[in-house]
């Protein structure tokens, strides 16, 4: 919720202002399903591109807020991800993450705030429902 509420702003805040070239190299690209340092990497890229966006918003307090707030996201990413799971629970639409974060990095350098922060509340509800299925699924437990 919180993450609702202030990244969104943040990236409003951002748009015109990031290197969209640099934002594209954090793509979401695909990784085997039992390839666990992929899915690694996949999570520092995730949270690398969100905080390049949130540290153009222009304050350093909402950015200090946010990427504390990711740093408390990733470990619930983490539990979701490596979970003992079903096949369809936790599983990373790699495809869908790249739209997702291709269509906010063409808002961001077209500086339209408004498509800025309609990408960004529908990415961040992809995410939310992602993870809350893994999280009412029950079978969160290590397996690496």
Not at 38 to 60: R, T
Request: charged letters at 30%; aromatic letters at 6%.
């Amino acid at each position: 919720d919180l993450r609702m509420i202030l990244e969104p702003a943040a990236a409003r805040a951002a748009a015109g202002r990031v290197d969209a070239q640099f934002l594209r190299t954090f793509g979401a690209r695909p990784s085997p399903p039992d390839d666990w340092r992929k899915s690694l990497k996949f999570l520092k890229d995730n949270q690398s591109f969100h905080l390049a966006i949130i540290a153009e918003c222009g304050n350093e307090r909402l950015a200090r807020i946010l990427g504390a707030l990711y740093d408390e996201m990733s470990r619930m990413l983490h539990l979701g991800l490596f979970s003992e799971r079903d096949s369809d629970v936790m599983r990373i639409d790699h495809e869908e993450q790249e739209r997702e974060h291709m269509a906010i990095v063409d808002a961001l350098a077209a500086g339209d705030a408004d498509a800025v922060e309609k990408e960004v509340r529908h990415h961040i509800q992809s995410s939310h429902s992602l993870v809350m299925k893994a999280i009412m699924n029950g079978r969160l437990s290590f397996t690496l």
